[in-house]
């Protein structure tokens, strides 16, 4: 299956007061980390940012609409490429590439990441999942989406970035 990975990291930080895209985790900032960690694990990777986020060796895709939440994030995101897409946070510092190649391996057409009682991000969806993806609004993610995904367990992405500077 052909994956492109979504990396979104077009947020603002509130809660963190500060753009948590560039704290730094094991001498990279935590966006670097998760581009680099998702060409690891796929061929395509796309980051859905800011202008003053840009990153080198991905395809950069400027959210103008970040204001209204992170839905507007996975709707450039999905609209920017075909296929299977693997939706990623950039402040989840504990995922590696390994997990995401574990969720590929799966060879199904929904697939979220297992922590803390919950089925979440990284979250893989096929094909099929695009249209709803695609009319996603607001500061809603793709939660509503996962009912019924293949879990990957995966405790360490329960790490809370905005309330914990230090991963």
């Known amino acids: 299956m052909d994956v492109t990975a979504v990396v979104l990291a077009a947020g603002f930080s509130r809660r963190l007061g500060s753009p948590k895209q560039l704290l730094m985790f094991e001498g ?21 940012t800011r202008p003053e986020f840009a990153l080198s060796g991905v395809r950069n895709v400027f959210n103008d609409q970040a204001e209204e939440g992170i839905a507007s994030s996975i709707r450039l995101g999905v609209s920017s490429c075909e296929g299977a897409v693997l939706l990623m946070l ?8 390994a997990h995401l190649r574990a969720m590929i391996a799966t060879k199904a057409p929904l697939v979220a990441t297992g922590y803390a009682g919950i089925a979440g991000v ?3 969806f096929g094909p099929q999942y695009r249209d709803a993806l695609l009319a996603l609004r607001g500061d809603r993610g793709a939660q509503s989406l996962l009912a019924g995904a293949v879990v990957v367990p995966c405790e360490e992405a329960a790490i809370d970035i905005d309330s914990n500077q230090n991963p």
């Open 122 to 124: 990284p979250a893989l």
């Open 90 to 97: 950039c402040d989840q510092p504990h995922i590696t590439a």
């Open 28 to 48: 990279e900032t935590l966006l670097a980390r998760a581009a680099r960690i998702a060409r690891e694990a796929c061929g395509d990777v796309i980051v859905v």
